[in-house]
């Protein structure tokens, strides 16, 4: 595939040779179109070399093959990463004074924008207007992760992981239905941790592997995405709005507090069922002799009080999603599980051979409230969660 990457001048740019690196890798055709303030930062030479083909920044150059108009014709995609604030201005408003901003408006492809900058200059109502306009014509627009900034300042602004920002161009290269788009949702990921004491906990062994490919998915499919993270150590997704919690208690309080907003909840953390009924103040000691028994009392049911508030209050989510791992009787116990929770869809995994816990595939049955099972088979988390966003978006819309 033919891949333009359009680099803008913010300081993120170094990080935009890791994406050039990924699609080269991964045998794309890459066009590098800097603007001239990016080579400010990032060198010509570096574009170059690491794509392959040649780099400027002018229409002036190679005037013979009509590059302004040559590169964007041939494009299958276009993403612009770094997206600054001024090259995000100019694209909404068709201004053309560079080859990149002349690519952008003769490109018929997808186009996605990855903006990073200062939390101020993203919150502007002039950059949201143009982020909106850009949107509105269908262009894929990450929203910037939340994190340090190029000095000692920390908030919304920070360039997403390359590896991120290139598994959504993936997506978007592949044309998968962006049929989420406009709703707000809500995806629980990795596992709560109860503490014994303060260096002690009990926990489980989810990674967040799924969990995180729904939040994946569903950003690439055009939802609004916040991602309550439990313990988990991964990069985060591109675009979605990570909220980071450790216990049960925690995770409730995010989960119930989002989704008073939100179309759709899917609850894919492995959320602790029992806590320490007391948790120590201070570390126990091997030297205190004998330990006492570690009494556990019951936590709260997320999942269940959801499905109880929008059956009470009639409000609420209109999809809520539960997760189960079994490891025997697994259609069964899931079956009884969806009819005492009260959820729509539940997502029943199988626990053991080398499936659910920390690998990258998976292989579910997900059961339907008054509908037939669907089994989804063997394969990457990606696709896993996908075949849950097409039970989803249905009922959604
Ligand atoms: C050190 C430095 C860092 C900058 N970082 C950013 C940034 O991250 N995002 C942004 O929108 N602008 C940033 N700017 C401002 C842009 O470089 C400036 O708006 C420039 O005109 C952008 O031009 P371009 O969009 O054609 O690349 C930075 C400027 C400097 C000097």
């Known amino acids: 595939m033919k891949v333009v990457l359009g680099v803008s001048g913010g300081i993120a740019a170094y990080k935009a040779c890791e994406l050039l690196r990924l699609f080269t890798e991964s045998g794309h055709e890459v066009r590098v179109v800097p603007t001239r ?27 013979h093959e009509v590059p302004h108009v040559r590169i964007g014709q041939r494009a299958d995609l276009v993403v612009v990463a770094p997206a600054t604030a001024n090259t995000l201005a100019k694209a909404a408003h068709g201004l053309a004074d560079d080859l990149l901003t002349n690519t952008l408006l003769t490109a018929r492809c997808p186009v996605v924008f990855a903006p990073a900058m200062h939390t101020e200059m993203w919150q502007h109502p002039a950059t949201r207007a143009n982020v909106a306009t850009l949107r509105e014509r269908g262009a894929v627009v990450i929203d910037p992760a939340v994190g340090r900034l190029t000095g000692a300042d920390t908030g919304p602004g920070r360039l997403p992981d390359p590896a991120e920002i290139f598994q959504v161009c993936l997506r978007v290269l592949r044309g998968r239905p962006r049929d989420l788009a406009g709703h707000k949702i809500v995806i629980s990921a990795g596992g709560t941790r109860e503490a014994i004491d303060p260096v002690r906990f009990i926990g489980n062994r989810s990674s967040g592997l799924q969990g995180y490919a729904l939040a994946r998915t569903a950003v690439a499919r055009g939802a609004e995405v916040t991602l309550v993270a439990a313990n988990v150590s991964l990069p985060d997704p591109a675009g979605a709005a990570v909220v980071r919690v450790g216990s049960t208690a925690e995770l409730r309080e995010a989960v119930l507090a989002a989704s008073e907003k939100a179309d759709a909840v899917v609850m894919a953390a492995a959320v602790a069922d029992f806590r320490p009924a007391s948790r120590h103040e201070s570390k126990i000691k091997k030297t205190d002799g004998e330990p006492d028994p570690i009494h556990l009392t019951k936590n709260p049911d997320i999942l269940a009080e959801l499905g109880r508030l929008r059956r009470e209050a009639g409000a609420g989510p ?17 079956q009884a599980k969806l009819a005492r929770k009260g959820c729509d869809l539940l997502v029943v995994n199988q626990v053991g051979e080398g499936l659910a816990f920390g690998t990258p595939d998976n292989a579910a049955t997900v059961l339907v409230a008054g509908g037939e099972p669907v089994e989804v088979p063997r394969g990457p988390k990606d696709d896993v969660a996908d075949a849950v966003w097409d039970l989803v978006a249905p009922r959604l819309s």
Do not use: K, Q
């Open 37 to 63: 303030e990016v080579l400010r930062f990032v060198g010509e030479p570096t574009w170059a070399a690491l794509s392959g083909n040649p780099v400027t920044a002018d229409v002036w150059d190679d005037v």
């Open 318 to 334: 209109r999809v809520i999603v539960g997760f189960a791992a079994e490891t025997d009787d697994v259609l069964a116990n899931g």
